[in-house]
Nanobody, 116 residues
Framework: QVQLVESGGGLVQAGGSLRRSCAAS????????MGWYRQAPGKQREVVAR??????EYGDSVKGRFTISRDDAKNTVDLQMNSLYPEDTGAYYC???????????WGQGTQVTVSS
């Protein structure tokens, strides 16, 4: 299991921007996919953005506002969040699927709060 350590996030007003970063505990792992999920209070966890060999996918609610970027040499993945809405509030989790793994490793999750 690979440890994923997140940073960034916090509190921002609606319309503002935040950047989330995530770094794996080792560079001696090949990730076939990395991404971000979120869970709002009372709602199911949903995919925000995911980058894999076939391309990049975004959740419908964040398309055009959020951008995921990876640095495979450093095993990091960032999430740039622009034009934030209060509905973007939730716990955000970084994930990574190592080569040969059957499930993702998850970061500890960090709260993002967007005030109206």
């Amino acid at each position: 299991q690979v440890q994923l350590v997140e940073s960034g996030g916090g509190l921002v007003q609606a319309g503002g921007s935040l950047r989330r970063s995530c770094a794996a505990s080792t560079t001696f792992v090949n990730f076939v996919a990395m991404g971000w999920y979120r869970q709002a209070p009372g709602k199911q966890r949903e995919v925000v953005a995911r980058s894999h060999g076939g391309g990049t996918e975004y959740g419908d609610s964040v398309k055009g506002r959020f951008t995921i970027s990876r640095d495979d040499a450093k095993n990091t993945v960032d999430l740039q969040m622009n034009s934030l809405y209060p509905e973007d509030t939730g716990a955000y989790y970084c994930t990574g699927r190592s080569l040969g793994a059957v499930r993702d490793d998850w970061g500890q999750g960090t709260q993002v709060t967007v005030s109206s």
